[in-house]
């Protein structure tokens, strides 16, 4: 591997990573809490923000622009807090319609863009080998704050509003990263391959994560394939591969 493609790569594995900070222990907890599209649906509103803000003319990677994603997604955020209260029963399908609504929206947004196609593939399978080191620099911030807040106060004691806080703070810090599909991967599959694990369940979920990613920037650049989807796929592969495992160790000896 030259030194040009490292240089490219090892950003894009530290973003990769931060992601996976966060977003396993709270999928983890998404997945327990049976409200899997949750972080799909707080993506895409997020990225409604981004959008929203092009749409107003405001710069691309200026402050507003980031201000507009993390309120958007703080209000998606209360207002699924609010909905689980009111509604518990059907918060699933509430999650799920809240995503279409935000998908289509973007749509909307971005009818008259010349450029709107590529712009929504972009929020969809991101942009990971272009991060740039401030965002990396932020991300790694905002990901320290949601970490001491999840293992330092609690989950218990941030109850339902601090959950949903944390979620829409976190995928804020991401999806511009990494896209909407990732940031779904991110918290989902690591999630789902560690859940037979009897002990160290948050280390082998890390290890998918973190795995995950490497291989699949490895593959995109080995093979030139689109480093978002690619790594959604290795992700899965190690997922399955770690999951495998896990229930051979579990079976008793015959």
Known sequence: MSNLEFSLLLPALIAGLLVSATHVPLGIQVLNRGIVFIDIAIAQIAGVGVIAADFFGWEGQGIAVQAAALAAALLGALFLTWTEKRWPDIQEAIIGTVFVLAAT??????????????????????????????????????????????????????????????????????????????????????????????????????????????????????????????????????????????????????
């Open 105 to 254: 929206l973007s749509v909307l947004l971005l009818a008259s863009n010349p450029h709107g196609g590529e712009y929504l593939k972009d929020m969809l399978v991101g942009q990971i080998l272009w991060v740039s080191h401030t965002q990396v620099t932020v991300v790694a911030v905002l990901t320290a704050v949601v970490l001491v807040a999840w293992f330092g106060v609690g989950r218990e004691r941030l109850g339902r509003v601090g959950f949903y806080l944390l979620f829409g703070l976190s995928v804020t810090a991401s999806v511009q990263m990494v896209g909407v599909y990732l940031v779904f991967s991110s918290l989902i599959i690591p999630a789902l391959a560690s859940r037979n694990a009897v002990r160290l369940r948050l280390t082998k979920a890390y290890a998918v994560g973190g795995l995950g990613y490497l291989f699949g920037l490895l593959a995109s650049n080995l093979f030139d394939l689109p480093t978002g989807a690619i790594i959604v796929w290795a992700m899965a592969i190690v997922g399955i591969v770690f999951s495998s495992l896990e229930r051979s160790g579990a079976r008793p000896a015959t």
